[in-house]
C-alpha cells in the first residue's frame, strides 16, 4: 500500500511522472495506491478558488479508471487523532494527509520538501 499528496494525484492526471524517483515508480507500479480523503477535498477547494482546472469528483474518478487508485476509508476520527500531533505545518490538508500516511504506516509520495523532512516514510 502507497498513499499520494496532492500534487501527486494531480501530476498522474495531467499525465506527467518527471521526477518520481525509480524507487516511487516501481512502488506504483506494484504496491495497491489510495489517496486520502482529504486529496479529494483539497482538489475540490483548489477549483473552487480557481487554481485547479478539474473538480476532486471528476480528477479522482479518472485515477481510479485509469490507475486502480482508491481513496481511502480509514476512519476521520483516527485520521484527526494522528494528526493533531504533527505540528510541523499549519497546512490542515498536509497535516491530514501526512497523518493518514502515519496512521496506516505507509510511504506516502510527495513532492514536498517539507513533509519529507518530517516524514520517514516520504518518498519521491
Not at 495531467?14 to 506504483?28: D, I, M, P, V, W
Not at 502515519?102 to 516514510?121: G, M, N, S
Amino acid at each position: 500500500m502507497i498513499m499520494l499528496d496532492t500534487h501527486i494525484a494531480i501530476a498522474l492526471f495531467e499525465g506527467r511522472n518527471a521526477g518520481f524517483s525509480a524507487n516511487t515508480k516501481r512502488l506504483l507500479d506494484r504496491d495497491t495506491a489510495f489517496i486520502s480523503p482529504a486529496v479529494l477535498f483539497e482538489l475540490e477547494i483548489l477549483h473552487e478558488i480557481g487554481r485547479g482546472r478539474t473538480r476532486g469528483v471528476e480528477l479522482t474518478d479518472y485515477l481510479t479508471r485509469e490507475f486502480g487508485i482508491r481513496i481511502a476509508t480509514d476512519s476521520f476520527a483516527d485520521v484527526v487523532a494522528e494528526a493533531l500531533a504533527l505540528a510541523f505545518t499549519r497546512d490542515p490538508f498536509d497535516r491530514l494527509i501526512v497523518a493518514h500516511a502515519a496512521l496506516l504506516k505507509v510511504p506516502l509520495v510527495t513532492f514536498d520538501q517539507q513533509i519529507r523532512k518530517h516524514y520517514p516514510l516520504a518518498v519521491i
